[in-house]
């Protein structure tokens, strides 16, 4: 980690992995719709509803996700002071709120035709729509600090206590058993069929890789953008 | 009840949202990049 602290060498990584974690997440998200919209089997229950799953389950890891690279992050930042913290969390915030706001938006047009309902009070949607609004939290007290020129030790204290939602997300199912159903996916294994869950893999990888490429490239506009500033600094006195 | 508005709604929010993201973060770092560049070879 501390090897990334010096910029110079920092974007000497990223600049190609920008161009490959973009083409990669392009080829694979769109390879991974179109196969999840016209080759993948429809489910004997939802039938064709179910096809909504290979956007909504790789936002809802992204949303999660996010903050848990927000954590890391401010956990960086309090211990190790390393220089990049603040920076990657404010450049994962902005993903992460557009992942968290698809999820919940793709899960409330799935509900629809699914439950009869556009929303309900569930305790995965409300914790999912709590996320959804400390990511706006976060982007206003991060931008707010770096604008009066603090270090962005308030935010990282705020990324870390907005963790706190992350478990509260994931065992929701377990806790509140309402509407959302229980957990489909896990790491041993699915109880989703390989026709209908064939495509998620490319989808999952196809987002993740286009979250990657969004967060380095917000990185980078952020040392650039100190570097000007640092410059127009040191030409004014 | 027809399915598929559902999943073409789905379908393009998700790929909207997910463009406009991408396209913001490209443009944003190309500007300060070449804000950057500029100001180097001043």
Redesign the interface.
């Known amino acids: 980690m501390h090897a990334l602290a010096n910029p110079t060498r920092f974007l000497r990584i990223a600049k190609p992995a920008t161009d490959w974690l973009?083409l990669i997440g392009l080829a694979l998200?769109i390879g991974g719709?179109a196969a999840g919209?016209t080759l993948s089997s429809p489910d004997y229950l939802q039938?064709?509803?179910v096809?909504?799953l290979y956007?909504?389950v790789p936002?809802a890891w992204l949303g999660m996700a996010g903050w848990g690279g927000i954590a890391a992050a401010s956990v960086s930042q309090l211990v190790w002071r390393h220089p990049l913290a603040a920076v990657a969390g404010r450049a994962i915030a902005?993903?992460g709120a557009?992942f968290a706001?698809?999820c919940l938006?793709?899960g409330s047009?799935?509900g629809?035709?699914t439950w009869g309902t556009w929303w309900e009070w569930d305790g995965r949607l409300t914790s999912m729509l709590v996320l959804f609004f400390l990511y706006l939290g976060y982007i206003g007290l991060a931008g707010a600090e770096r604008e009066r020129g603090g270090e962005g030790r308030i935010a990282a204290i705020y990324g870390l206590v907005g963790a706190i939602n992350l478990p509260i997300i994931h065992y929701s199912v377990l806790w509140w058993r309402t509407l959302h159903q229980g957990e489909s996916i896990g790491l041993t294994g699915s109880t989703i069929d390989n026709s209908i869950l064939w495509p998620l893999p490319l989808t999952m990888i196809g987002?993740t890789c286009?979250f990657g490429?969004?967060v380095l490239?917000?990185i980078?506009?952020?040392l650039?953008?100190t570097?000007?500033e640092a410059?127009?600094r040191r030409m004014s006195q | 009840m027809n399915p598929w508005p559902f999943v073409v709604g789905a379908y393009s929010v998700a790929v909207l949202l997910t463009a406009l993201l991408v396209i913001w973060a490209f443009a944003s770092m190309r500007r300060a990049e070449a804000a950057a560049d500029a100001l180097t070879r001043k």
């Open positions: 973009l998200a719709m919209l039938g064709e509803t096809r909504i956007i909504h936002s902005p993903a557009t706001a698809i938006i793709s047009i799935w629809r035709p987002f286009l490429a969004v490239m917000r980078r506009a952020q650039a953008e570097k000007v410059r127009i």
